[in-house]
């Protein structure tokens, strides 16, 4: 069974831009978890996504936002990019309410 | 609020040898998950071991495994005869238990993660 994609892997923009990240979850799962990751604040949770509703949202701006389809697929946008969005986004599924898989993450560079 | 305390911020060992990484974590919860991820230089977040803290016996995934002392909230990692495919960054991280079934507490709070060298 495929893991977790992600695309684009890698990403370059400039600042006041705004970017769309895609994650493709396990076949099967439903619940889809964006996480940012970055040298300073560590691994911080996005947003949780569970047939197509956000159940749980992590403490950033509303530039940050998300969305998951009806094929469980889902997509995290942020709008008016800074350069402290320079990250490694992780997207992960879940199966059961108990265990996240993560993918490869996609690398945002804001310049 | 959880919390999740990793005080290693880095370790090596020889290869073959036994290493135990270290995490602490404060809640108020009682019913939870507990896992180890780690995340090797291709930044790929791996499951290695997931512990249910309702579960007294302490899991074991072949080399890995863990000592879980609830009452003092700690979850500390053992890799066993350590391979140089167990480089990586080690991440402890706490998930609350939901109602069975119930999807959105699936929030992972990490721990600051302990880099790990295996040395040939």
């Known amino acids: 069974k495929a893991g977790v994609t992600q695309t684009p892997r890698y990403l370059i923009k400039t600042r006041g831009q705004q970017v769309t990240l895609s994650c493709s979850p396990i076949?099967?799962?439903?619940?889809v978890s964006w996480y940012q990751q970055t040298p300073g604040q560590g691994l911080q949770f996005l947003f949780e996504y569970f047939s197509e509703t956000q159940r749980n949202k992590g403490n950033f701006p509303g530039r940050f936002s998300g969305r998951q389809f009806s094929n469980s697929r889902s997509e995290m946008n942020v709008s008016t990019l800074e350069l402290g969005d320079s990250a490694l986004y992780l997207c992960?599924?879940?199966?059961?309410?108990?265990?996240?898989?993560f993918g490869p993450g996609t690398r945002l560079t804001v310049l | 609020a959880q919390t999740v305390t990793q005080s290693q911020p880095e370790m090596s060992v020889q290869e073959a040898e036994t290493v135990t990484l270290s995490c602490t974590y404060d809640t108020s919860e009682n019913n939870y998950y507990l896992f180890w991820y780690k995340q090797p230089p291709s930044r790929q977040m791996i499951l290695v071991i997931r512990q249910e803290a309702y579960k007294q016996q302490n899991a074991t995934e072949n080399r890995f495994s863990v000592n879980f002392q609830k009452a003092a909230k700690s979850f500390s990692l053992k890799i066993s005869d350590s391979q140089l495919g167990d480089t990586a960054m080690y991440f402890c991280a706490f998930m609350k238990r939901g109602r069975a079934g119930d999807f959105g507490n699936e929030k992972l709070t990490f721990g600051t993660g302990t880099r790990l060298t295996i040395i040939p």
């Open positions: 076949s099967g799962h439903r619940s």
């Open positions: 992960a599924s879940s199966l059961k309410p108990d265990t996240q898989y």
